[in-house]
Each structure stands twice: as structure tokens, then as C-alpha cells.
């Protein structure tokens, strides 16, 4: 199998896999238990911790989650005030910021250009006092835009409220940007384990509980598991480690992918861009067709979390793609454990497909 789909999950790093394995095999103690073995488990839990935080801003503290569908919950329902979000935002905060709105909870989505970003001087105007919360997206899990989140915060504190940035694709990838109150993370996205995420939380900020009962997580109650902590600290650390050299590969794949699809468009601005998402489109193409056809081939038409809905991208719409050029258009995502080699017989895949499709 060809795996170019990155942004729905990237492949396990071997020193996550190295570091859960202990936890998994012989270490079975409650991480909040008070013996030698549960003191044992909270250190390790404590070590990745501090291996995630190492990434991220000072002046907060990181407390672990199910995933970021849960932080960005968290975030959301544990905050008061109005509510300024983006049109192409992932599912799990449009229909969370939704369920607030149903709630009485003001609501003001934000449109985006067809480059997929926001528009400053239409988000200063949304952002006024009595709006509590902005809500935006680091790196566009879609088209891989990098939205303006240092501004938007800037924006965001003016008005008094806080800045909730969701990091998952741009943790460890692009610059963390300054100014951030609440920063949602996942570990599989950054090649550490499925279900376990974090809500980074600046010092005097405390969103309420979202989950109640033993409070384990000052504000998020459940029994962590070491092994899934410990993956997503491994990854984290290998995020500071190989940054510049997962940076650089990247790019050249990216450049590699582009030349390789002449007369595609590729949708939403090439910079600022995250280069390991790669989302284009070709008039009249078949995109059920073709994935059909390139069985060999991990690739999306958009979100994962979206992939059972029968509705088109909803990030596509929102940049401006009528819904057949939403529906011919296909994601393709790489990274760290993606060769050249491989990528270029994915891409030839592509194109064959696409050629029986007389395009």
C-alpha cells in the first residue's frame, strides 16, 4: 500500500512504539495510584508530558485527553461569552460551536478567500467585547493553509476574549504561533498513538470540567494510560529532534507531487502552507472512480471524519469550489516515513486513472 493520506493519520513513529511497549507488556499500575508502581507510571506519564510542553509555548500546562475532538470540547464548552470561529474549521469545533448556539450561545462564523484564509480586517470586525472565545484552525486539516493565528489573537485579547488555536496538523511542524490562551493537540497526527490528545492551557486561564469525577487532569477527570502517554511524549521529542529534516523532506516531496500533476489546480494559496498537504482538483474528474481504481492507494477527498457523510468538503465550499469542483478533487498527504519513490509511483497511479478518465 501507497500511504499519501497523513493528514487523517501518520504512521507510528518506532520510538513511540518503543516507549508504549514497557506499558503495554509488564507495566500494568494506575498512573494515580499511590505504591511504588503507580509512582512508577505517573513519572513516565510526567516524562511525556514534559516532552510534549517542550514544543509548545511557556506560561501553561498541558493536560492529556481522549484526542482533540475531546480538547477542542473542552475548550469550547468550558468557556462563556460569544464565539468567533472560521467557515473551514474541522467538524469538531463547527459542530460543537453549533451545539453552543443551540444552547443561546453567540455565534459568528467567519468566511474565508478562496486562498482559504481569513480575512483580518473582517474577523476585527467580528471580534468586538462580549465575544469570549475565538476559535481557529493552525493549519487547515484540508487544503493545509496556515491561518493568521498570532493576529487573530492579537484581535481576540483586544476584545477580551481568549484564543483557542486547534494545532493538531501544525504541532511540531510549523512555528507554535505566540499569543495563544488554549491549544488542542493529537498524537496521531505527529506519528504517536490513536486516542490519546492533549488541551494546552495558559497560566490563569481554566476552562471548566468537561468530564467530572477524579479530576486527574485539573479539570478533566479519567484514569490516563501511561503507554498512550508515553507514545505521544516519544513522538513529541522526535518532533524537536527531526523538525528541520522532516521539514526538508517535505518540501521536496511537495515540489515532486506538483510537478508531477501539470494542469491540476491545487486548491487553497501554496503559501502560507503546511507542503505536506497537497489538495487538487481537475474538472470532470471521478474521484470515486478513481480511488476505486487505484486500490494500492491510501488517498482522501477530503476529512477522514467526514468520509461516511455523502456531503462534499465542506472546507472546499467555504474557499469558493462549486460542489462539482469540490467533488473532483482529491487530498493528498506525506511526511517523514514517505519516500521519493514511493510517492512518485503513487502519483502515477494518479495520473493513469485520471488519463482513462480522458483528462
Known sequence: MIYLDYQATTPLAPGALAAMLPWLETQHANPHAPHRAGRAAKAAVEVARDAIAAQLPPGGSLRFSSGATESLNWAIKGTRGGIVTLASEHAAVLDTVAAEAARGRAVTVLPVGRDGLVDLAVAAA????????????????????IQPIAALAELAHAAGALMLCDAVQGFGRVTMPQGCDLIALSAHKVHGPKGIGALWVRDGVEP??????????RGRSGTLSPALCAGFGA????????????AAHVERLWQLAVDALPGWRINGTAAPRYRGNLNVGRDGLDVARLMS???DLACSAGSACASGS????????????SEGEARSSLRLGFGRYTDEAELRAGLALIVAAAARQGL
Not at 208 to 217: A, D, F, I, T
Not at 310 to 321: D, N, P
Open 293 to 295: 481504481e487505484c486500490r
Open 208 to 217: 471548566e470540567p468537561l468530564l467530572h469525577g477524579g479530576g486527574q487532569e
Open 235 to 246: 513522538a513529541a521529542a522526535l518532533l524537536g529532534a527531526e523538525g528541520e529534516r522532516d
Open 126 to 145: 467580528a471580534i468586538r467585547p462580549g465575544v469570549g472565545l475565538v476559535a481557529a484552525m493552525l493549519v487547515n486539516n484540508e487544503i493545509g493553509v
Open 310 to 321: 455523502g456531503r462534499s468538503s465542506h472546507v472546499l465550499r467555504a474557499i469558493g469550489l
